[in-house]
């Protein structure tokens, strides 16, 4: 028995149940109870717990949420525990505790091992767990995408190694290809914005801009504007500080403070406080004296010529009308221009680019053509093996004279690939058409299974491949919704036979409605309603004995007391028990 076992959910507030704990384990287990009594809500608290999309109207009337719990047991070091304990997910006891919560405004939350996690974690971890199916996986089965998917798991690497290696030249081709059109198609856009790039480069060239220039001529400008008032006033400040030539008799700073430091020299010696003090009035005639030169120089050195305005406020002028097109200020300018001679690098070198692309492409067709033709080969192969393996499991299931066959083809195209010496279609999977033939009886024409078979039929077409992935590629748990549906008599007793050999290797869950796959389950869980339509803890039971024949007779006859229908429940029982 596989490590992982689905050992019981806990449902509360999701569609007509109220509270309920649905006991699991491993072996075989069927789900029954009368139509409408809730038993598919177990497929779908089941597929909330594995991620699925949360509907607000599962959410029972009058409940703010609904919450579906599990418990699965798990082997230590496995694949999806390590994944889980990566997310911060703690075993219990050997082990993981899942939670999904979705509320009636279709908020969604989920919680593995105690941790609040991703929806998105809890669907990476049901690829390893469980593989759910239903009635629409059986209309699943119908597109051919999902048979070349089924035909490709089958396979394992002998097709997984080269699909691997085909996706990768894939995307490198779509790439490619994206950007030689993008190029070629917007050869005329490209063109305009090469001349535009280009007439930008020579405007600003012509102006030849320095980093910060702009700044500087304001200060020029700012000064040359007001000249007369600036040397005025440098005039005036020297004057008051180191005096007037022509005003001996005026008294200026320089005067003053060196009168104040000759009047303390002169007593000096008598108490150091007041000889610091004139050595801090020294230190003031000298910072004057240096003022008062500065001054001086800044009133001959400054420069009033009109000319130089006038130079200044054309230069300034120019920078304007670059930074009205290309930039905030000058330093903009100069980053757009190198920016501009990049691209336009880049523009005028499409013609040589698009040579290199389109060689590069072809390259690329000829290797994923011959890609192809190898993934071609192996499905042809696995498609025999497959195909024969679910003939022979069909032959189990009351289908002895059908037959079951792939049909891999390719479609032409003149813009395709080369396969097989022909030009054909091709894809993110290859260039195959892969579709699932069925003849179900000898002289009857392999047919597409979505019209030569049946709703009985294609359930157990369904089951048949299921049965063969356990054998190459098994997951621990099975969950089946009736995919009994459309079947009866022999062929549902072949079905639950079946069902219950499935069971040796791994947990199967089955949601059915015919006794007769329900009398091979290992367990028997019965849902039913209360009076007030809803299912609480005492309407998920498990049934053994006399309890078991009655819901056995129920599902025969819809009478749990009819004497023969009771005899024909403790047959099938008796024919399961004895089968294994």
């Known amino acids: 028995m596989v490590g992982f076992v689905l050992e019981e959910m806990r449902i509360r507030s999701l569609g007509v149940i109220d509270d309920a704990v649905v006991e699991l384990s491993p072996g075989f287990t069927a ?28 959410v029972r009337i009058g409940a703010e949420k609904a919450v579906v719990e599990g418990r699965v047991a798990v082997p230590a070091g496995a694949a999806a525990v390590v994944r889980a304990e990566e997310a911060g997910a703690e075993l219990d006891d050997g082990a993981l505790l899942i939670s999904r919560t979705v509320s009636a405004e279709g908020r969604s939350r989920a919680h593995l091992g105690g941790r609040s996690v991703p929806v998105g974690l809890l669907g990476e971890l049901a690829d390893d ?49 994206a950007e030689l059109e993008e190029i070629t198609t917007r050869a005329r856009e490209r063109a305009q914005e090469a001349d535009m790039l280009r007439y930008g480069l020579e405007e600003i060239a012509a102006v030849e801009p320095r980093a910060g220039e702009d700044g500087e001529l304001a200060e020029e400008a700012e000064r040359l504007g007001h000249a007369e008032a600036l040397s005025s006033a440098a005039t005036a400040g020297h004057a008051a500080l180191a005096g007037n030539p022509e005003d001996p008799e005026g008294i200026d700073a320089a005067t003053l403070v060196a009168g104040a430091q000759r009047a303390l020299e002169a007593v000096r010696a008598h108490d150091p406080a007041l000889a610091a003090l004139a050595d801090r009035i020294g230190e003031i005639g000298i910072l004057l004296g240096d003022v008062a030169g500065e001054l001086a120089g800044y009133a001959d050195d400054l420069d009033a010529d009109p000319l130089r305005l006038a130079a200044v406020e054309e230069r300034r002028s120019a920078l304007t009308a670059l930074t009205r097109k290309y930039g905030e200020d000058v330093n903009a300018v100069l980053a757009w221009a190198e920016q501009s001679a990049a691209r336009l690098t880049e523009l005028d070198g499409d013609d040589e680019r698009i040579g290199e692309l389109t060689a590069e492409r072809d390259a690329l067709r000829a290797e994923l053509g011959g890609l192809a033709q190898g993934l071609t ?39 395709g690939v080369e396969v097989g010496g022909r030009t054909v279609a091709y894809g993110p999977s290859g260039a195959d058409e892969v579709e699932l033939l069925l003849a179900p009886h000898p002289g009857a024409p392999p047919r597409p299974i979505a019209k030569g078979a049946s709703g009985g039929e294609l359930s157990r077409v369904m089951l048949a491949v299921e049965v063969v992935f356990a054998g190459t590629d098994p997951v621990p748990t099975y969950l089946f919704d009736e995919v009994d549906a459309g079947v009866g008599g022999k062929a549902a007793v072949e079905i639950g036979r079946r069902l219950a050999r499935l069971a040796k290797t791994a947990q199967v869950v089955v949601v059915t409605h015919l006794p007769q796959v329900a009398a091979f389950a290992d367990r028997q869980l019965l849902v039913e309603k209360t009076d007030d339509g809803s299912v609480t803890r005492s309407g998920v039971k498990v049934l053994e004995g006399e309890d078991r024949i009655r819901e056995l007779s129920r599902m025969l006859a819809g009478q749990e007391d009819s004497e023969t229908a009771r005899a024909h429940a403790e047959e099938l029982l008796a024919t399961a028990r004895a089968d294994l």
């Open 31 to 58: 789900v029954t109870g009368e139509t409408g009594a809730g038993k598919t809500m177990v497929v779908t608290s089941l597929g909330l717990l594995l991620g699925g999309r949360a509907d607000p109207a599962l």
């Open 377 to 415: 080969d192996a499905r042809t192969e696995a498609a025999e093996r497959f195909a024969a393996a679910v003939t022979a499991e069909l032959a189990s299931l009351a289908m002895p004279h059908a037959r079951v066959s792939f049909a891999i083809r390719q479609t032409e195209d003149p813009e």
């Open 129 to 177: 767990l469980v593989a759910v199916h239903g009635q629409t996986d059986q209309q699943g089965l119908l597109k051919l995408n999902r048979q070349r998917q089924a035909l490709d798991r089958y396979a394992g690497d002998a097709v997984a190694g080269p699909l691997a290696k085909y996706a990768e030249a894939y995307r490198r081709l779509r790439a490619v290809s």
